[in-house]
């Protein structure tokens, strides 16, 4: 009974399946006397279970599969359970029939049949077309069955089954490469449509921007000739005299007029604290005597306004110019004063 063929020359309604969770599984409404149970390992073929290896077992009103082998139990990762149904009706042949029997007779006929409508409805292929294979050629050891191009299907020997699936490969990688032309024969086209817009687009915006420049530049011609004669450019003639010799003394001189009247003005501040009286030096030699001439006397002449004679030697004087830098001046053929000007902005002169 653990054949794993038992399925076959039977008609088997499979009516549950479960999951391996344990050895009890309730079957509450089903018919126990007809119902056979099922194990199979991972994915392969479901195999019965002998009488030995299960039972079941009433629990209040429950009804429970039992299996007892721990061998299968450890094994199993699916247990299935089935009708095995058999044929009820039979002849019944009699010149003169009761009607009791007949009516028995008939029941179990129709019983057969409804179980060959459910094995039926549950079991086999369904053809769709009338196009479709309804009869399955014999597969022997190491084969598959596959459809040909003609739709039709064959037993393939596993061995060919790999270049079948290179040929597939190899028509799929056709077909796609094929696809991807076009789509590359397309994309190139809509490419260069579109480039061809961007050039143009490009080529007009170049034109406006010469047109722009040309008009900006006429603009700033005009500009430039109706503005320049208000402009006053020196000479270089205008330079020359300037800068000449008679102009610089001229400038020089008006300098020095202006510093003997800043002296004048401020010889009291710039006068500063008498000194100590220095060594004598040593008396020269007697210049030779000069001859004595007595001119006439002179008429009295009137008497001057008392002055105080500066020499011009060793004096300055400090000018601020407009933008606020400050000039020395002195006296020509003369060394200028030395001034120190510290980091704080404090200007010191320098005395030997």
């Known amino acids: 009974m653990a054949n794993e063929d038992y399925k076959s020359d039977k008609i088997i309604e499979i009516v549950r399946e479960f999951d391996n969770t344990g050895n009890k599984y309730e079957v509450n409404g089903l018919e126990l006397n007809k119902m056979i149970p099922f194990w199979r390992k991972d994915k392969g073929k479901f195999y019965a279970l002998a009488k030995g290896q299960y039972t079941y077992q009433k629990e209040s009103s429950n009804t429970y599969l039992v299996i007892q082998d721990e061998t299968i139990l450890g094994q199993a990762t699916e247990f299935q359970l089935v009708y095995i149904y058999s044929?009820?009706?039979?002849?019944?042949?009699?010149?003169?029939?009761?009607?009791?029997?007949?009516?028995?007779?008939?029941?179990?006929?129709?019983?057969?049949?409804?179980?060959?409508?459910?094995?039926?409805?549950?079991?086999?292929?369904?053809?769709?077309?009338?196009?479709?294979?309804?009869?399955?050629?014999?597969?022997?050891?190491?084969?598959?069955?596959?459809?040909?191009?003609?739709?039709?299907?064959?037993?393939?020997?596993?061995?060919?089954?790999?270049?079948?699936?290179?040929?597939?490969?190899?028509?799929?990688?056709?077909?796609?490469?094929?696809?991807?032309?076009?789509?590359?024969?397309?994309?190139?086209?809509?490419?260069?449509?579109?480039?061809?817009?961007?050039?143009?687009?490009?080529?007009?915006?170049?034109?406006?921007?010469?047109?722009?420049?040309?008009?900006?530049?006429?603009?700033?011609?005009?500009?430039?000739?109706?503005?320049?004669?208000?402009?006053?450019?020196p000479s270089i003639d205008d330079y020359v005299i300037d800068t000449?010799?008679?102009?610089?003394?001229?400038?020089?001189?008006?300098?020095?007029?202006?510093?003997?009247?800043?002296?004048?003005?401020?010889?009291?501040?710039?006068?500063?604290?008498?000194?100590?009286?220095?060594?004598?030096?040593?008396?020269?030699?007697?210049?030779?005597?000069?001859?004595?001439?007595k001119g006439d006397k002179g008429d009295k002449g009137e008497q001057g306004n008392s002055g105080l004679v500066i020499p011009i030697a060793g004096q300055y004087g400090l000018e601020v110019e407009p933008n606020g830098d400050l000039y020395v001046v002195y006296p020509d053929e003369t060394e200028p004063p030395k001034f120190i000007l510290e980091s704080n902005g404090d200007l010191y002169l320098e005395i030997d």
């Open 87 to 233: 044929q009820d009706s039979s002849k019944y042949i009699e010149d003169f029939p009761d009607l009791a029997i007949l009516v028995d007779k008939y029941n179990q006929l129709v019983d057969d049949t409804t179980k060959l409508f459910t094995y039926l409805k549950n079991t086999g292929i369904k053809a769709d077309t009338l196009k479709m294979t309804k009869v399955l050629v014999q597969l022997e050891p190491f084969t598959v069955l596959y459809m040909n191009d003609a739709g039709e299907l064959e037993a393939l020997p596993v061995s060919e089954m790999y270049s079948k699936f290179d040929s597939m490969v190899n028509k799929t990688y056709e077909e796609v490469k094929k696809l991807l032309l076009t789509d590359k024969n397309n994309m190139s086209q809509e490419l260069r449509n579109e480039t061809d817009e961007l050039l143009e687009e490009l080529k007009i915006l170049k034109n406006n921007l010469a047109n722009a420049l040309e008009t900006l530049t006429e603009e700033c011609k005009k500009a430039i000739t109706k503005h320049k004669d208000d402009v006053i450019i």
């Open 244 to 293: 000449s010799k008679p102009n610089i003394d001229k400038h020089v001189e008006n300098k020095k007029i202006e510093l003997n009247k800043f002296i004048e003005e401020n010889k009291s501040k710039l006068k500063g604290e008498k000194g100590d009286k220095g060594d004598r030096g040593e008396q020269g030699p007697i210049g030779p005597k000069g001859d004595s001439i």
